[in-house]
């Protein structure tokens, strides 16, 4: 926390080259290996830190509260450890973090195919949106088995984990209304080789059923015991509310600096409005970083009541911490428009302005899948309730049907 | 488990039944208030061995389940322990006492000879009928700040609050109180980091409590036959952002406690829970139609005792707590008008 609290200044400062670039430099790159930022859901086997959820979205939202584009990178980056630490067998997690320089980006929607081929893989395609993907390692994606027959319907799912050495980046990123310098550029692979060791079939990230994956029993930990929805969420939620903190120190400079602009002209801090505005943000800020520590902390419980006396941790406990960490997000986006930009003045929207640059980068926040996708988790979630989930894991290919009858 | 809690869990279930407001030992009746009193939850807040000793979080927790049965019971039975707990603490007042407080200075206080003398009325006050005292706050002639001080029952009169008010909720009116100076402390800031702090957290327990009765209610409603309710997408996405609100309420809450968060920023967390509880009982507001009154007529029982919280001086208006966060952090005194809904 002390290291990306110090980083603060410096990414305030690198800010506009990050998104002329569409990634953060080199020298930031350097200071988050330094930090051991990336090393935060590595397990200690493989010299990571095993830090709990709630303190690696501290950090995020830390980083977040200087550069959001920066600090989405280096989340969606470091994150998916947590992942491949909990579903992958022994032999895939030893391959891929080595001595543990493990940077992954990965993407829930499903793209390309594979075919079977030797004792692994052969799998081709485009993945878009794969934050954090001019400094990774590697890349853990999702994709069907091809159809049995040609023009017959696709396969299986799958969820890979591959090494750089077997795709290439994409020049695609950059031209978005925010986050332009998220690094979120598209990765292509032909006929890459996957063993079959880096391979689950069956497997989608956004609906994990963690009671029998390797994690726990691998690491003796319960942080390798959890389901992945809320995680997402979670991660979405606290990048957003740490640049809603961000957007809170610009606008305390900017009441300290300016006057009102209708009598009494008085220093906008001084005046009761203002201190309105201001105290309304600082409270949507911090109901939104309790939130986030709420659901960290029952996440943790979950995975711990699992590995102690074998409660699992549910779907439909995971849907509850979904639901949970995006009204996080919600609170966080309220405030941005609400109170900061409605009442920030024009001269806070010009361009390369710290506000604009948050704004435009919480509207892409706001508008990422993860958001889209509230309505239908508050239906799972009654679903769940009303008992309407025949037990099938969901497939993106199969929408749910088996409801009571 | 300590004995409040237990005490607040069975009270709760009893209270839920639907026809429990109306029966002997019901809502805010004089059975519920003895079994309370005789099972220490007045004292629940009062530090061991006098009381319970519960910390905030286990507190917030026994309110809940009570108000899960009966909101204005559990309202009523906080603010007496909150009360209790607060006069104990800030005139080291012992004995059978159990305190009805009030945040708002709304009576006026003149010095005398060896203390105070107090006049004014404090509508509203819940918990009043079963109150032996009463912590209230009141503006001090020709000097700035206010007065917090401990009267004795023979020191006030109870007003009736007329109908629609609950059982055990009154008006307290002092005439001409005297108010020894050991009971008595003057303050430059109407409300101090306690009474920002601690009340506004026991309304929003109240509101979670209620919150999760809703979702129960609702879901009662989904799965009515013969309608189609709980196959149908708005209503499957109704009940789930009822859902999702009742449980951001409680956790929220729960998190702010557990963090020992402190003074105003918890009464804004506070706040916030009972944003969530009030956004959660709305989602139900709309489901149902004529055909199920009852369990309507339920969900409109805790919406109605929901819009009169919203509005009580001990959760404190959010503007002014926003304005009180933003000189906190812009290092201005705090306001010193007072909180006024």
Known sequence: MAAASAMRPVLIERASDTEQRSYYPQETHEDFLAAGFYRMFVPRRYGGLELELGDFLRVVMEIAAGDLSTAWGLCLASAHALHLATLFDETAQAEAFGDGDFRCPAVAAPAGQAVRAGDGWEISGTWGYCSGAPYATHYMGQTFEAPAKPGGPPGQMLLFVVPRSEWTMLDDWGDTLGLRGSGSHSIQMERAHVPAHSVLEGQWLVDTDTTRSPGLRLHGNPLYAGRTLSVFQSELSALATGALKGALEEYESLI???????????????????????????????????????????????????????????????????????????????????????????????SGGRIERIFRDVAMDWGHVGNVTRDWAWRELARERLGLIAGAALKPDRPHVEVRT | ??????????????????????????????????????????????????????????????????????????????????????????????????????????????????????????ARCAGARFATHFLG????????????????????????????????????????????????????????????????????????????????????????????????????????????????????????????????????????????????????????????????????????????????????????????????????PLDAAPAIP
């Open chain 1, 256 to 350: 300290r600096t300016r006057r009102t602009q209708r009598p009494p002209i008085v220093a906008r801090y001084l005046d009761p409005d203002y201190q309105r505005w201001f105290g309304q943000a600082i409270a949507r800020a911090a109901a939104a970083e309790t939130l986030l520590a709420a659901v960290a902390r029952q996440w943790s419980e979950y995975g711990r009541r699992f590995a102690q006396d074998g409660r699992v941790f549910t779907r439909a406990d995971d849907l509850e911490l979904n639901v949970l960490a995006r009204e996080a997000l919600t609170l966080a986006w309220t405030s941005l428009q609400e109170d900061i930009f409605r009442t920030a003045g024009t001269s806070a929207a010009r």
């Open chain 2, 1 to 122: 488990m300590s004995e409040p809690i237990e005490l607040a869990r069975e009270l709760g279930a009893r209270l839920r039944r639907p026809a429990a407001a109306g029966e002997p030992g019901g809502c805010c009746a004089p059975e519920t208030h003895q079994l309370l009193a005789e099972g220490g939850f007045y004292a629940a807040l009062v530090p061991a061995p006098e009381g319970a000793g519960l910390d905030l979080r286990d507190f917030i927790a026994a309110v809940a389940e009570l108000a899960r049965g009966c909101p204005q019971s559990a309202w009523c039975a906080a603010s007496l322990a909150v009360g209790t707990a607060r006069a104990r603490a800030q005139f080291d007042a012992a004995g059978a006492l159990r305190a009805s407080a009030a945040t708002a200075p709304a009576a006026s206080a003149t010095r005398s000879d060896g203390g105070w003398v107090v006049s004014g009325t404090f």
């Open chain 2, 137 to 332: 706050s009141a503006r001090i002639d020709g000097e700035p700040g206010v007065l917090r001080f401990l009267a004795a029952r023979e020191q006030f009169e109870l007003r009736d609050e007329g109908a629609g008010a609950c059982a055990c909720v009154a008006g307290i009116e002092l005439e001409r109180a005297l108010i020894p100076e050991a009971l008595a402390s003057a303050s430059e800031l109407p409300v101090d980091s306690w009474s920002a702090a601690v009340p506004p957290a026991a309304l929003a327990a109240v509101f979670a409590g209620a919150a999760a009765r809703a979702v129960e209610i609702h879901e009662e409603i989904v799965r009515a036959e013969p309608q189609t309710r709980e196959l149908d997408p708005d209503h499957q996405r109704w009940l789930g952002a009822a859902m999702g609100r009742a449980a951001a309420a409680r956790l929220l809450l729960r998190e702010a406690a557990a963090a020992n968060v402190e003074g105003v920023r918890l009464g804004s967390l506070a706040r916030q829970s009972m944003r969530y509880a009030w956004d959660c009982v709305q989602e139900g507001l709309g489901v149902g139609g004529s055909a199920e009154r009852e369990r309507r007529e339920q969900l409109e029982r805790i919406a109605r005792f929901m819009l009169i919280g919203l509005s009580d001086p001990a959760a404190l208006p959010e503007e002014w707590i926003a304005r009180q966060l933003a000189r906190e952090r812009l290092e201005l």
